[in-house]
């Protein structure tokens, strides 16, 4: 595994079409779909997963919609999911890249961090420049285990918004 450099074209061409796949297949559903993580930022470098943010108000509507979407080729983490998150992934047959998608309640915790997080990237190049820099220092002295990396990269995450926001 490597984390590659910024393809906003594939990125965004990989993130529309999971979209529209979406929308066929849970249209008995109102829910809201953004493109988050890596991917979705200006010079972020990234594993070549695009991440999804599915986003609805209905709390019972989450496994429902997992569901349904393990039918589709998604494949559920347990071990990534939480209380209100269920984390799904797929292959995007059509753009050689992951699918990480994220179902989660609208204005939930979870929900407020992704999106304060993508706000904090998008502001600052530095920022972004630093985050670059501190996963591929930390990928390397995890020697590749996604699993530490993983665990590292949310702590970084969370020390940077708990120094610029308060969340309730």
């Known amino acids: 595994m490597e984390i590659f450099e910024y393809k906003p074209q594939q990125w965004e061409q990989a993130f529309a079409s999971e979209r529209d796949n979406l929308l066929f297949n849970l249209p008995q559903f109102k829910f809201n779909i953004e493109h988050i993580g890596a991917t979705s930022i200006n010079n972020c470098r990234s594993f070549r997963n695009v991440d999804i943010l599915l986003s609805t108000t209905k709390f019972v509507d989450l496994s429902t919609i997992a569901m349904i979407l393990e039918s589709k080729d998604y494949k559920r983490l347990p071990e990534s999911s939480t209380i209100d998150c269920i984390v799904l992934v ?13 179902v989660m309640e609208y204005a939930s915790l979870s929900y407020r961090r992704f999106l ?15 985050y670059n820099e501190f996963r ?14 993983n665990e590292g990269k949310i702590n970084y995450i969370n020390n940077l918004l708990e120094e610029n926001y308060k969340f309730e």
């Open 90 to 102: 797929k292959k995007s047959k059509v753009y050689g890249c992951g699918i990480t998608l994220r």
């Open 136 to 149: 591929k220092t930390l990928f390397a002295k995890v020697d590749h285990d996604i699993k530490r990396y």
């Open 116 to 130: 304060a997080f993508k706000t904090l990237l998008r502001e600052s190049y530095a920022r972004v420049q630093k």
